[in-house]
């Protein structure tokens, strides 16, 4: 059993930065796959950016290269998320998951969750 939280959401303006973080804990060492998802009010969760746990690569989805950042700290079982630049159209809650599969851009590839963390971006 994984469980993850979510922490260092909330209200900023247009063109700050935020820095989320997830922390795990249980038996994660067979989820290789650690990633960022955003759920929109009455949409699905999309996918934000991804890392793996033991080998060099990071992906980001198209609308976040350039201003989203996320690394990992191994050692205290914690992937972060900088935001910078953040825009309104990055607003939604933000979701850590990790999974066993290759795949990093679609939610069937996760299997732990956590629950969320709010990021609101006004204009």
């Known amino acids: 059993q994984v469980q993850l939280v979510e922490s260092g959401g909330g209200l900023v303006q247009a063109g700050y930065s935020l820095r989320l973080s997830c922390t795990s804990s249980?038996?994660?060492?067979?989820?290789?796959?650690m990633g960022w998802f955003r759920q929109d009010p009455g949409k699905g969760r999309q996918f934000v950016a991804a890392?793996?746990?033991?080998?060099?690569?990071?992906f980001y989805a198209d609308s976040v290269k350039g201003r989203f950042t996320i690394s990992k700290d191994n050692a205290k079982n914690t992937f972060d998320l900088q935001m910078n630049s953040l825009e309104p159209e990055d607003t939604g809650v933000y979701l850590c998951a990790v999974g066993r599969l290759a795949g990093v851009a679609e939610t069937s590839y996760y299997d732990y969750w956590g629950r969320g963390t709010q990021v609101t971006v006004s204009s």
């Open positions: 249980g038996r994660t060492d067979g989820f290789p796959t």
């Open positions: 890392i793996r746990r033991n080998t060099p690569g990071t």
